[in-house]
Structures are given as C-alpha cells and as structure tokens.
C-alpha cells in the first residue's frame, strides 16, 4: 500500500524538487501541493493522505498554525515538518514536535540542485519507510483484531518487562551517570522524562539526540526551563557535575573521558558520522563503556535506525544495566527494537513509568 503525501509549502521549486524526491521512493503517492496554509484543511479533508510535508515557515499561516488548523477540524494526518537552519526554524520545530509532528528534515544547502535532490531524497526514505510501517501496523490492528483482544494486547504492551535474574543484581549495581540515546520522537520523550525526573538524584545525565546544530541548543533550553534538572549543550573538555543534565551539540559527536585529577570531562568531536549519524548514540556509549565499566544506566529511545544497539552492547558487558522504551510508546520502534533484539535489554518500560525507574535505579532501589 503506498503511502500517499501532500507537500505544503510556498516556494514552488521547493515543492517540485520535494515532489520529485517522493516520486522516486517506493510506495509512495503525491496526491497533491497547496501553496498556502490557509488551503491544507480543505486539501486534506478532499484527498486524505496519511501524510503531510510541511514547510513551518510560511506567509499567513506557518506550520504550527497550519497543524493547530488540522487539530481543531478533527483531522488525524501525520505531518513531517520541513525547516531551515535558522532559529527561528528551529524553534518553530521543536513548537510543531511538541505539538505532535512526526519528525522533521531541514532543507539542504548543497551546491548543486542534483546534491539537494539527492540530500533530501536520502532524509525523505527512512521517514517514509517508518510512516508506511505505523499505517501497516494500525491496518493490521483494525482489520484483524476484535475489540476485546485489542484491549488485552494494548495492555500487555504497556506491562513493564524485567529479566528475572535482574532484580536482585539491580540493587547494587547504583549508578554514577545516566547515558540516553533518542532519536525520533525524541523531544517530546525527553520532555516527558525530564519533566518528572526529581532534581537531585546526585548525578549527571549524558543525552544525544539526533538533531542538528542550533535545534540541540534550542532542544536543552526548553527542557531546562520545564524540568528539575538543567539541561545543556555540552562544551569541550567541560566537567561534567551532577544534577545535571548535557545533550551533544547537533553535528558533533560527544564521548565522556576520565582526567587526571579523577573528574570526568565531556570532549566533542567531528569525528566521521557513524550510523549516519553525528552526533552517534554509539559513540557516547563507546567511550563510558571504555572508561567507566559497571558505572552507567544505559537508556535507549524513541528513535529510528539501529545507533546505540552496539554501544549498549559493550555497556552491559562491562556490567551496566540497560533500560529500553517499549514499542506501544515509541514514535519509531528502531533503536530499542534493535537493543532489545541484541539481547543486552534487561528491563522494557513504556515511556510514563521511565523516569520513576531512572530515579529509583539511580537510589538503589529497583522498584
């Protein structure tokens, strides 16, 4: 079944070049191109596609209205923000992200048109592939389980999962750091977490979330100023203190090392991309593994792709215990499914139970 795209936005050639990268995927359907924000209620009420592209900074209606303007005519359609580089870009993402978008890409400056078709093409498939895979999903819940059945398999995907010869090695096994890796869906996980996590848990907390420079900076703001925990970009070579929270910057990977006076320092790095990615979840994992052995609670996210699976791998060899979100809370079931699938999980937890679980791990307590 071919996921079928409205693309929104008012330059014209950005919409062609956008509407011909989706033509090039698989499975994918252009049903249409509105110009205006004012137009989209109309468009998708008239074509029902399951998704919307759509540029968040334009003339009259921006995205955040355009996507208050769906919500308040009932229309349920998944919406892939497209931005730019900016501030105010960034800003008006994380709004529409918190405000249910499914993901966002930001538009390429490449040198060549056939760079930015390219660029865009290669942002647009993952995206794509993890729409059509929740569409498949929901089909499959509606056409083939009975009500009562639906209830009972919506329950048990919110049941908290523990290994059984974790609880007892739980206890002590108390943390020093907490490590998380998220990509996808990402900022409104992190929103919730950080949101009920108690600020004095005595330690620090080490983030990297797939996003690129400035949305990071702008991501740490707005989780610091609804949280108990501040929340910042880490710095080179900075001491990482506790009580306190450090994302990687966007486009920078970040790995946690041991000085000589026995701190612990955060160094950034534009070391090549791994997993496509940089910052890599894997590489922050890589170095606190290396370095500090038993010592870490090892979260993995909301996210697409497999980044964090091998650097939770190493973690939990070493003796650290790992936490994965479950897949009825995810955005995208990637990154934890990966983990999960490796077998270095030890307990599986829906999103509203994660921070209660961090707290307590990190005070000896399992439960």
Same mark, same amino acid.
């Given at each position: #079944? *071919? !996921?079928k795209v409205l693309v929104v936005g008012d330059s014209v050639l950005y919409r062609r070049v956008l509407t011909e990268a989706l033509r090039s995927l698989p499975d994918v359907e252009v049903v249409g191109g509105v110009a205006n924000g004012a137009m989209v209620v109309a468009k998708v009420r008239e074509l029902h596609p399951d998704l919307v592209t759509l540029d +968040?900074? #334009?003339?009259?209606?921006?995205? +955040? /209205? !355009? #996507?208050? *303007?769906?919500? /308040? *005519?009932?229309l349920d359609v998944k919406v892939l923000v497209i931005s730019c580089l900016t501030l105010s870009g960034g800003k008006l993402t994380l709004q529409a992200l918190q405000n249910g978008a499914f993901d966002f890409i930001t538009k390429p400056a490449e040198s060549s048109a056939e760079a930015n078709f390219r660029c865009i093409r290669e942002e647009l498939a993952p995206r794509i592939r993890a729409v059509a895979h929740r569409l498949e999903v929901q089909n499959i819940l509606r056409a083939g389980v009975a009500p009562a059945k639906r209830v009972e398999s919506a329950a048990k995907a919110t049941t908290e999962i523990v290994k059984p010869a974790v609880l007892s090695a739980l206890i002590r096994r108390k943390p020093e750091l907490v490590v998380i890796g998220v990509s996808t869906g990402g900022p409104n996980a992190l929103a919730e977490i950080f949101g009920a996590l108690p600020g004095d848990m005595g330690i620090p907390i080490l983030i990297v979330q797939h996003m690129p420079p400035i949305f990071t900076q702008l991501l740490a703001a707005n989780l610091s100023a609804h949280s108990a925990v501040p929340v910042r970009e880490g710095k080179h070579n900075e001491e990482i203190l506790p009580n306190t929270a450090y994302i990687a910057p966007g486009g920078q990977h970040m790995r946690l090392i041991p000085a000589m006076n026995g701190t612990r320092l @955060? /160094?950034?790095s534009d070391d090549p991309p791994e997993n496509c990615c940089r910052p890599s979840v894997d590489y922050l994992f890589r170095s606190v593994a290396n370095h500090f052995p038993a010592k870490a609670l090892g979260v993995i996210l909301t996210g697409r792709g497999e980044d964090g699976a091998a650097? @939770?791998?190493?973690?939990?060899?070493?003796?650290?215990? !790992? +936490? *994965? /979100?479950?897949?009825?809370s995810c955005v995208v079931y990637g990154m934890p499914k990966a983990a999960i699938e490796a077998g270095v999980v030890d307990i599986v937890l829906p999103l509203s139970a994660m921070a209660e679980r961090i707290a307590n791990l990190v005070r000896g307590r399992p439960a």
């Open positions: #079944m *071919a !996921v +968040i900074e #334009m003339p009259g209606m921006n995205g +955040i /209205q !355009v #996507m208050d *303007a769906l919500r /308040q *005519a009932g @955060l /160094q950034l650097g @939770l791998r190493l973690l939990k060899r070493g003796g650290s215990t !790992v +936490i *994965a /979100q479950d897949e009825a």
